[in-house]
């Protein structure tokens, strides 16, 4: 099945992370930042439901194994190089970096940082807090997309029928 290609994203998907990069850049002169990271997470959303009834049309039925296949396919290199690139540069550097590594490492690599940095208290906007000078102090925003994927998709594939 040959995905929709839907142009007119993917110039909304560059505004969005340009909003959150320029926030991080400078915090003071655009404070709304973080509006990019929710007009990523719909565009995701929309892509990822448009995806999901496109399943169900063609084939009567939402395949949710192959669809957690693709995706695995798709992000898991990526993840994979992200943290070895990671992990290596905080090793050369050391101190600070190093502080909790294996469990960044681990709710990195299983999509749940966002849990594990909320069970220690974080607080994204804080500048003082775990996950702010975390080596991956940002894999909780790919961590909570998957959470919300889980939860939909398990709930589109239930009313779907599979």
């Known amino acids: 099945m040959r995905p929709a290609r839907f142009a007119g994203l993917d110039g909304l998907r560059a505004i969005a992370v340009g ?11 655009l404070p709304g930042g973080f ?3 929710d007009v990523f997470f719909a565009i995701s959303g929309f892509l990822i439901t448009s995806l999901l009834l496109r399943e169900l049309e063609q084939h009567g039925k939402i395949r949710l194994i192959a669809f957690w296949r693709r995706r695995a396919r798709r ?3 990526a993840l994979a190089l992200v943290l070895l690139a990671c992990t290596t540069l905080a090793l050369l550097v050391g101190g600070d970096l190093l502080f909790g590594i294996s469990s960044q490492l681990a709710g990195a690599a299983l999509f749940v940082s966002n849990w594990l940095f909320i069970a220690n208290g974080a607080d994204y906007f804080a500048r003082d807090t775990p996950s702010s000078s975390a080596t991956l102090g940002h894999s909780p925003s790919r961590s909570s997309s998957t959470s919300c994927y889980r939860c939909f998709c398990s709930l589109c594939g239930s009313c779907a029928g599979e």
């Not at 909003?19 to 002169?29: C, D, G, R, S």
């Open 75 to 77: 992000l898991l290199p």
């Open 19 to 29: 909003l959150v990069l320029a926030y991080h850049l400078f915090p003071k002169l």
């Open 35 to 37: 509006l990019g990271v």
